[in-house]
């Protein structure tokens, strides 16, 4: 297990945050977060799938074992969903014939009920479920807090407040313009290509127009990135450093489940689709029977958030606990190309880091060839 080598390419961004690469890694699971920062890295702790009261012993463990690295954390905080939200009662109240469909889909795949609690089981998501985790998010030590597909005025107004830098995850200029009036920090422009969450625009399209947009302050690529030359690329275009999530999931300090983590290596870019059928807003996920099984002749338009998850959280548990390699998705970008084996995100740094290089490397050259035979 190599460890990333300093870098060359560095930006002003990478010095005010005291990192050595820049890469910006995103994930739900605090050992790739923690091994992002010691290979140089500026992790982003994903923290919309936790339940308010865990939150504060998942940054505890995160900042004992960073020693001081800096880190981020992100939330997911959507619109148009409830004040508050009692799971039984949605149960209670959903269509019959998205039940049906649903008990049908169970019964044809033989999904067995989930045997421990999960997010999704336990949780809806709602304006007091996203208070709580904003509560428990300001009390840590993160450097930045990011949200997605999501602005909160007073989230960031507070933030600030606490010294915290504040990123923006942005699909749109109409979004970008919205953050920085706002006072967002920087613009994480993401692009089509992004698992999850995403908008219609694709990121070498996006880039540039979040860019002007952002009249100086910074910028990050976020969409599609699973090489080095591609961050040098967005670099190149005005960025300060790109944003990869779906990459560490092919790394061992993911515990990505088994039959997951063959899906992903055997995939490739196309082998992603945006969905409604994950959450009920479009998200990138890649591929499986249970997806492919909502765009079927006779299947419901999957619900709005937080419905569709209420309808689905058990399935979608219950695969991942069970491995089941029919049925198992994730949300995952185009940049899946990049997962080719089970590696490690020390591993997957230095790959970066040296294509980086051996980029810059070849620019020069060619920079150089252009001067002689001028």
């Keep these: 297990m190599a460890r990333a080598r300093t ?14 690469h820049p890469i910006f890694g995103f994930s739900h699971e605090p050992d790739v977060v923690v ?17 308010p009261e865990h939150i504060p ?31 039984d009662t949605l149960r209670q109240n959903l269509p019959r014939k998205h039940v049906e469909f649903v008990q049908a889909l169970r019964r044809r795949f033989d999904v067995k009920p989930p045997a421990e609690p999960s997010f999704f089981t336990s949780q809806a998501r709602s304006e007091a479920l996203f208070q709580a985790q904003i509560e428990a998010v300001l009390d840590s030590d993160a450097l930045c807090i990011a949200t997605a597909i999501g602005l909160r005025p007073e989230l960031i107004e507070r933030a600030r407040g606490l010294g915290k830098m504040t990123f923006s995850l942005v699909g749109s200029v109409r979004h970008a313009q919205k953050a920085l009036t706002l006072g967002v920090d920087v613009l994480v422009a993401q692009g089509y290509d992004a698992g999850g969450h995403t908008g219609p625009v694709g990121t070498l399209s996006l880039l540039p127009q979040v860019i002007a947009a952002a009249n100086s302050k910074p910028v990050l690529a976020a969409g599609g990135i699973a090489t080095g030359a591609q961050v040098l690329g967005c670099i190149g275009m005005g960025a300060q450093g790109a944003w990869l999530g779906t990459l560490w999931m092919g790394a061992k300090e993911n515990h990505t489940p088994q039959a997951l983590l063959q899906r ?3 995939s490739g870019s196309e082998d992603t689709v945006i969905s409604r059928a994950h959450s009920g807003k479009p998200c990138r996920v890649v591929r499986s029977d249970w997806i492919d099984a909502w765009s079927q ?26 491995d089941d390699p029919r049925l198992i998705y994730e949300a995952a970008g185009q940049s899946v190309f990049g997962i080719e084996a089970p590696t490690c995100v020390a591993d997957q740094m230095r790959k970066l880091v040296d294509e980086m290089e051996e980029a810059w490397d070849k620019l020069r050259l060619c920079a150089q060839a252009q001067a002689f035979s001028g």
Excluded at 7 to 20: A, F, K, Q, Y
Excluded at 35 to 51: E, K, N, S, T
Excluded at 313 to 319: D, K, P, Q, T
């Design 57 to 87: 012993a998942i940054v505890a463990d995160v900042q004992r074992r960073l020693a001081g690295l800096p880190y981020g954390i992100d939330l997911m905080l959507p619109s148009k969903v409830p004040r508050r939200a009692d799971l």
């Design 297 to 322: 002749a006779g299947a419901p338009a999957p619900l709005d958030m937080p419905l569709q998850q209420v309808l689905t959280g058990e399935v979608f548990a219950s695969i991942h606990e069970n």
């Design 7 to 20: 870098c060359r390419i560095s930006t002003p961004l990478c010095d005010r945050l005291g990192i050595r």
């Design 264 to 266: 992903l290596i055997a």
């Design 35 to 51: 091994a992002i920062a010691q290979a140089g890295g500026f992790p982003v702790l994903g923290l919309g799938r936790d339940a």
